[in-house]
Every structure is written in C-alpha cells, then in structure tokens.
Nanobody
C-alpha cells in the first residue's frame, strides 16, 4: 500500500500563487509516476499535471505556462507550483501515485486539498 499526504491548498485571489505538496510513503516503486488531478463541482476529475520517475512531465493545456510540477525523489514528494491562478482553477486537487510502468502495481490517491481562487 501507498499512503499520500497532501498539503498547501487554500484561498487565493485571482493572479495569485499557491504550492501544493504530496508526500508518498509505504510500498513505493522505482518506476512510478506522480501527478495532480482536480475536480470542480459538477465536473469530472481531470488530470492537471504528471511527472514520471524519470522526470518527464505532462500538463493539461489549460495550465501550461502557469503551473509547474516537480518532484524530489529523495523525499518521495511531488509539488505543484501554481501561478497566475484563475477562478476556473477552483477545485479539489488530488495527488495520485501510479505504481510501476503503466500503473500495473496500482493507483493510489490522496485525500484531496481544496483550492479556491476568488476575490
């Protein structure tokens, strides 16, 4: 099993910044991917950004140029630096750990952290 602990959500004004963190523990795999998903009220959960253990990244188009995902493999932690936040970024953000190549060893989720962008 893998446990994920998220932190860093909150209320921010439009144009502001926030940094989310997610620390993984438990049975971890050298081949993995960690990412952030979000779900706004009444909408489906969507992938925001993913970073593989080798360092490659992928972003949804709506956050490119504004969000940066990074990871510290020594700490088994993934970060999401969010800048130029917009009201439409308001959602519950979930950390995901994808174990093994293609998540064959399982997919694990954090409890979620609320991000609210409002003036």
């Amino acid at each position: 099993q893998v446990q994920l602990v998220e932190s860093g959500g909150g209320l921010v004004q439009p144009g502001g910044s926030l940094r989310l963190s997610c620390a993984a523990s438990g049975r971890l795999f050298s081949t993995n991917a960690m990412g952030w998903y979000r779900q706004a009220p009444g909408k489906q959960r969507e992938s925001v950004a993913i970073v593989a253990s080798g360092g490659s990244t992928n972003y949804v188009d709506s956050v490119k140029g504004r969000f940066t995902i990074s990871r510290d493999n020594a700490k088994n932690t993934v970060y999401l630096q969010m800048s130029s936040l917009k009201p439409e970024d308001t959602a519950v953000y979930y950390c995901q750990y994808c174990a093994g190549f293609g998540c064959v060893m399982g997919t694990y989720w954090g409890q979620g952290t609320q991000v609210t962008v409002s003036s």
